[in-house]
């Protein structure tokens, strides 16, 4: 379903793509451990903080935590009153990867990534990149599917998620298109439907009672499965997220990511990922003898709801 390119200007003509250099075994039971059981980064995290930073690099730190993730300062810095279209932002996504790529001599693999990209940069050609604009269907898909892909592309990505201060500059203008495209296509694909997803960790003591707290936010995009059997196979922690966001009266939903099995080329992984700035309740926490693994609960939260609080209360 995937595999195939769009005919600049037909949507309706489509040719395959080679995919040789990147096949893999897609029938494994068992779920990718880079992807599903590295640790997930909270807000409330610590990390260390390098003294010699210079201020530069410092402010952009702060404005990453302020606005939650590298992509959105990218978006402020290169997007935001540029007149670029869609098609000007893949372009740079697709020259960013080959430039990432090649620095970790990952040149082929990168151009062949750039080059999925390119075959439907012509979808964005007409839309300009205001604050609502949507993405096509031709271009998220195609995004979301590389995320999938065992690549250099989503562990890089997901590096940096993790370890913040490891981003630069140079990666915001790398990275961001990408990343961007990534988190405003989940929000227009949001999964709707409520069930429960894992996502199996190996904690210390310390980094289990961060996900402790009344409020945990996910500052990084977070791949987690609806099967539960395969997300116990790692780590002393199995996080249990209850997709059903809680409501006030008058709410309206807000929905934290959505499943992308059907995208994924490895459909056998049943992923449902996470966006990034995504805010869950902890509910309990459970030790399971018999399993020898923590359990901890946590349910979907609007986020704009806690925020409002929060603003609120610090204000008073």
């Not at 730190?61 to 990218?74: D, E, K, M, Q, S």
């Not at 430039?99 to 990534?113: D, H, P, T």
Request: with cysteine.
């Amino acid at each position: 379903k995937h595999q195939v390119q769009y005919k600049k200007g037909d949507s309706h003509k489509q040719r395959s793509i080679k995919r040789v250099q990147l096949d893999r075994d897609r029938s494994s039971l068992h779920l990718r451990e880079e992807r599903f059981s590295l640790p997930v980064p909270l807000a409330t995290s610590t990390q260390a903080i390098d003294d010699n930073r210079d201020v530069e690099m410092e402010i952009l730190h702060v404005r990453i935590g302020r606005l939650g993730h590298f992509a959105a300062v990218y978006a402020e810095d290169h997007i935001n009153n540029q007149g670029k279209s869609l098609a000007d932002v893949v372009q740079e996504a697709a020259n960013g990867i080959i430039k990432e790529g090649s620095a970790l001599n990952k040149e082929k693999e990168a151009r062949w990534l750039a080059a999925q990209l390119l075959a439907v940069k012509h979808f964005g050609l007409n839309i300009a990149t205001d604050h609502m604009f949507r993405i096509p269907a031709e271009i998220g898909d195609t995004v979301v599917h590389m995320y999938t892909l065992e690549t250099f592309l989503y562990k890089l990505v997901n590096s940096h998620g993790r370890h913040q201060f490891s981003v630069t500059n140079e990666t915001v203008k790398t990275l961001g298109p990408f990343c961007l495209i990534l988190q405003r296509y989940l929000f227009q694909i949001e999964t709707k439907n409520f069930f429960t997803v894992y996502r199996g960790l190996s904690l210390t003591d310390e980094q289990r009672q961060l996900f402790m707290t009344k409020i945990v936010e996910f500052t990084a995009f977070t791949s987690t499965s609806k099967n539960r059997v395969k997300a116990e196979q790692f780590g002393d922690t199995l996080l249990v997220i209850d997709l059903e966001p809680e409501l006030s009266d008058g709410d309206t939903a807000e929905y934290c990511g959505s499943d992308i099995a059907h995208l994924s080329d490895f459909l056998n992984e049943e992923e449902f990922l996470i966006r990034t700035g995504t805010f869950f309740k902890f509910i309990k926490h459970e030790y399971n003898s018999k399993m020898k693994k923590h359990l901890i609960y946590l349910k979907s939260i609007n986020g704009s709801n806690f925020l409002a609080a929060d603003f609120m209360s610090r204000m008073s």
